[in-house]
């Protein structure tokens, strides 16, 4: 199965910094990457597929980059409501995906 | 819009099956562009893919759970199913059913609210 290591664990950060996190594959997968946000007691939310693009919805303050191994989702201007955990996603393997171990982001 | 419900017994005793069923209402199970799968999140951990079935039946399941799984669909009850046997104390998590796109991207796009499986005597 392919490996996604993701740092790091946990930030804390103030309100309108700019927060980037990263994901890296154990091997290439492309563009393969997803980024889904979770709060507390729900379902994970899509974000960005395809590495950089947003879905539908979701602020332009998110956007991400990257191919091949290494991946980054920034938040440009973080919010309040931003607080959260954030989980990438390989599916260069479907049906085997596979998620990062999560970074969770507190506001200051 | 979408929606996916999972339902079944919130405690289940070692050693037994545990069974969950996921109803999707708002569109239909039996479409070759989708598959229909289960992930799982052990309390305060991250995201574990168990298993997947696709429009042709397919399944594919974890190297590590495949022993235990079965994932089933009735296009019927527009309804996919998950079973898993012999659990323990370390299957406890909250259960996503959800469906991934068989094109494109392969995303995961819509997800079931989650439904939190204890295994406890």
């Known amino acids: 199965d392919i490996q996604m290591t993701q740092f790091p664990s946990s930030l804390s950060a103030s309100a309108g910094d700019r927060v980037t996190i990263t994901c890296r594959a154990s091997q290439s997968i492309n563009r393969y990457l997803n980024w889904y946000q979770q709060k507390p007691g729900k379902a994970p939310k899509l974000l960005i597929y395809g590495a950089s693009t947003l879905q539908t919805g979701v602020p332009s303050r998110f956007s991400g980059s990257g191919s091949g191994t290494d991946f980054t989702l920034t938040i440009s201007s973080l919010q309040p409501e931003d607080s959260a955990t954030y989980f990438c996603?390989?599916?260069?393997?479907?049906?085997?995906?596979?998620f990062g171990g999560g970074t969770e982001v507190e506001i200051k | 819009q979408l929606q996916l419900q999972e339902s079944g017994p919130g405690l289940v005793k070692p050693s037994e099956t545990l069974s969950l069923t996921c109803t999707v209402s708002g569109g239909s199970i039996d479409s070759t562009r989708y598959y229909w799968g289960w992930i799982r999140q052990p309390p305060g951990k991250g995201l574990e893919w168990i298993g997947s079935?696709?429009?042709?039946?397919?399944?594919y399941y974890k190297s590590s759970l495949e022993s235990r799984v079965t994932i089933s669909a009735d296009t019927s009850e527009n309804q996919f199913s998950l079973r898993l046997s012999a659990v323990t104390a370390a299957d406890t998590a909250v259960y996503y059913c959800v469906r991934g796109h068989d094109f494109g991207d392969y995303l995961t796009d819509f997800w079931g609210q989650g439904s939190l499986v204890t295994v406890s005597s």
């Open positions: 996603q390989q599916t260069y393997g479907t049906p085997r995906v596979t």
């Open positions: 079935i696709y429009y042709s039946g397919s399944t």
